[in-house]
């Protein structure tokens, strides 16, 4: 067993907390399942395991439940490993991690890791460059970006080194339920993006100087030359990328609904609420704000 806590943030993940929870119980001395008042088994599930820590608190989003747990949790570990329900770790991962942790240098606060991204049970490779996330970190020394999307682990002191097995992210929920989340994250995208035009928080000016991986800085830079491209037209080109010169068409019916759905349909409905607001506030930032927190309870 590794010194490790693992810090899971839950809304009604009873087709996953399990299999979540079972995946990480033989490393890590510590699990806390931070939950946000879930409706469902969720909770009924994870108290069933001895070593695990419930944690409720209201939701605001992403980073502020994380930065929330980093706070709260009774946290007694050196390291911290933040997971997703649906995400868990390979075997050839964990093999990895005791192997490597236990006679890491001390100059070294974080771990990039893999991602495997599985969809609709098939392992997508082509189409996508492989992502790489700051997911563990030594207490303390890291916090959650505050930002409404495509938020990272950012350190505050250290360094960070890359491992070479991955972590799964392996949704179980139906195409209903993927379509009905991602049109949720339709508007918090869209608002990403009209940060960077015309910065709305001015989160994404300090994007350049944060301290993330060198991987999700760079995608983070690639969104700010995305989002000077026309609408409509940069969702419709990024599918092609994707699907035909990065080889996604190789991926059978799976490949096409996920580069289909995720990197064009998804990317559209972005460019679609980008368009509405516009529509109504031209470019005036003040207005903005007052739209987004009519039209979308989202406050700026």
């Known amino acids: 067993m590794l010194d490790i806590s693992v810090i899971i943030l839950t ?8 299999r979540c929870i079972e995946n990480v119980r033989s490393i890590a001395k510590q699990i806390f399942v931070v939950d946000c008042f879930s409706t469902d088994r969720t909770l009924e599930i994870a108290k069933q395991y001895n070593n695990v820590i419930i944690l409720q ?10 930065n929330w747990a980093l706070e709260h949790a009774p946290i007694q570990t050196e390291w911290v490993l933040r997971l997703d329900a649906d995400e868990y770790l390979t075997p050839e991962l964990k093999l990895e991690l005791e192997e490597k942790i236990p006679s890491l240098s001390n100059k070294y606060t974080g771990i990039v890791l893999p991602l495997r991204r599985v969809f609709l049970g098939k392992t997508i490779r082509r189409g996508m460059p492989q992502i790489k996330l700051l997911r563990l970190f030594r207490y303390g020394k890291a916090v959650s970006e505050i930002r409404l999307m495509d938020e990272h682990i950012q350190l505050i002191d250290g360094k960070t080194i890359e491992f070479k097995y991955e972590f799964a992210d392996d949704n179980l929920n139906n195409l209903s339920w993927w379509s009905q989340k991602h049109i949720g994250y339709a ?10 035009e015309f910065n709305l928080t001015g989160v ?6 944060k301290q993330i991986s060198a991987q999700a800085l760079q995608k983070r830079m690639k969104k700010h030359q995305y989002a000077k491209q026309p609408l409509f037209w940069r969702s419709f080109a990024y599918f092609c990328y ?5 080889l996604g068409f ?3 019916k799976e490949g096409f609904l996920w580069h289909f ?19 109504a506030c031209g470019n005036d930032v003040e207005k903005m704000k007052n739209y987004l927190n009519d039209n979308y309870q989202i406050k700026i």
């Open 187 to 196: 508007i918090r995208e869209a608002v990403d993006l009209l940060d960077i």
């Open 11 to 18: 809304l009604n993940e009873e087709l996953h907390i399990r």
């Open 242 to 246: 994707r699907y035909f010169f990065k």
């Open 204 to 209: 994404a000016e300090a994007d350049a100087h």
């Open 250 to 252: 190789t991926e059978g």
């Open 57 to 66: 608190n209201k939701w605001v989003n992403y980073a502020t439940q994380f």
């Open 261 to 279: 759905l995720q990197g064009w349909w998804y990317r559209t409905l972005v460019d679609a609420k980008i368009f509405e607001i516009k529509r």
